[in-house]
C-alpha cells in the first residue's frame, strides 16, 4: 500500500528553546542554550508528550539554530543536545535549520519548510495539526504551513502574529489540544 492510501496521522510541531526547555534570556530576549550543561528541560513537558503521544500525535521539534551560521555555537553542540531531548523525551524527529536570515533557505521559520516536509515524509494531516512556539516566526510558520498556532506567552519585547490560542505554559498547551479528545471520550 503505498504512502497515499494510508491515513495521515496528527502531529504536534514544537518548537525548541522556550517550548521544551528553558531559554537563556538575554536583554527581554530569548536564546538557546550554548551546551547541554546549560540544558533544563521546563516542567510538564514530559509528562505532556507522552500524553501526546497516548493519544496518537506525531510530535516533531521545529528549530531555528543560526548561531550555527553566525559562528556562535557548533553543530556538534546543538546535535548534542538534540539527541539529548530526542531520547528523553520520545520525540519522533527534530528538524534543524541551521541557516541565517540572509540565507533565505526555505526551512528558517517563519517559511514552512521544515513542517512541510516532515508532513510529507511521515504522512501528516496538516489540518489536524498543531505547532506550540513562543516566538512570531514560530506562529507565523504554523500559519504558513496550515497548521493550528498555540503560543506560550513570555511577554518577549517583539511583535506577535495572532496565534489561534495562546497559552502560559507547556502543560496549558497540550491540554488544549487534547480537549476536544478527551470530550469525545466521555
Not at 528553546?17 to 514530559?46: C, M, Q, R, Y
Not at 506525531?58 to 531531548?85: H, M
Not at 505554559?169 to 471520550?185: G, M, R, T, V
Request: proline content about 5%; glycine content about 6%.
Amino acid at each position: 500500500m503505498g504512502v497515499d492510501n494510508e491515513i495521515k496521522q496528527k502531529a504536534v510541531f514544537l518548537d525548541r528553546d522556550g517550548v521544551i526547555n528553558k531559554a537563556i534570556i538575554v536583554g527581554s530576549k530569548p536564546f538557546p542554550p550554548s551546551s547541554i550543561t546549560e540544558l533544563e528541560i521546563l516542567e510538564g513537558v514530559e509528562s505532556g508528550i507522552e500524553k501526546l503521544k497516548i493519544a496518537g500525535f506525531k510530535v516533531f521539534v521545529v528549530t531555528n539554530q543560526p548561531d550555527v551560521a553566525r559562528g556562535k555555537t557548533s553543530i556538534a553542540s546543538i546535535l548534542e543536545i538534540n539527541e539529548y531531548l530526542q531520547n528523553k523525551l520520545r520525540i519522533d524527529e527534530i528538524y534543524c535549520c541551521f541557516h541565517d536570515g540572509p540565507d533565505d533557505c526555505s526551512c528558517r521559520k517563519p517559511k514552512p519548510g521544515m513542517i512541510l516536509d516532515l508532513a510529507s515524509r511521515w504522512n501528516i494531516n496538516l489540518s489536524e495539526s498543531f505547532l506550540i512556539g513562543d516566538r512570531w516566526r514560530d506562529i507565523l510558520s504554523a500559519k504558513n504551513a496550515g497548521v493550528s498556532s498555540i503560543l506560550i506567552d513570555y511577554n518577549y519585547d517583539e511583535h506577535y502574529e495572532t496565534p489561534d490560542f495562546t497559552s502560559t505554559n507547556f502543560e496549558h498547551a497540550i491540554n488544549y489540544i487534547l480537549k476536544p479528545l478527551n470530550s469525545q471520550s466521555k
